[in-house]
């Protein structure tokens, strides 16, 4: 099994920045795409931003300039840096991991706990 726990949320003034980071452990033989999704009240989750194992990042229109996604592999670590966080980036964030705990183990995707992003205005 694997977990994904987050860490990094908080309170912010719009404008401000926060930095997300999300550690995988547990029985992990292999991860390939790690992201960050985020559901606000009311809303469903979305997609925030994801990274391949090569290091390729993919953003949501709506953070793209102002979010950047990493990782780092010997860590099985994810982070999330948010600059220019606008009343709007209010949600729980949650980590995603896509990956296999053996040789020929199906991969399967994993989900983090969720840590509460506040901006307030």
């Known amino acids: 099994h694997v977990q994904l726990v987050e860490s990094g949320g908080g309170l912010v003034q719009a404008g401000g920045s926060l930095r997300l980071s999300c550690a995988a452990s547990g029985s992990i033989f292999s991860i390939g795409d790690m992201g960050w999704y985020r559901q606000a009240p009311g809303k469903q989750r979305e997609l925030v931003a994801t990274i391949t194992s090569g290091g390729i990042p993919n953003y949501a229109f709506s953070v793209k300039g102002r979010f950047t996604i990493s990782r780092d592999n010997a860590k099985n670590t994810v982070y999330l840096q948010m600059n220019s966080l606008t009343p709007e980036d209010t949600a729980v964030y949650y980590c995603?991991?896509?990956?296999?705990?053996?040789?020929?183990?199906?991969?399967?995707?994993?989900w983090g706990q969720g840590t509460q992003v506040t901006v307030s205005s």
């Open positions: 995603h991991a896509h990956g296999s705990t053996s040789y020929y183990g199906v991969p399967s995707d994993y």
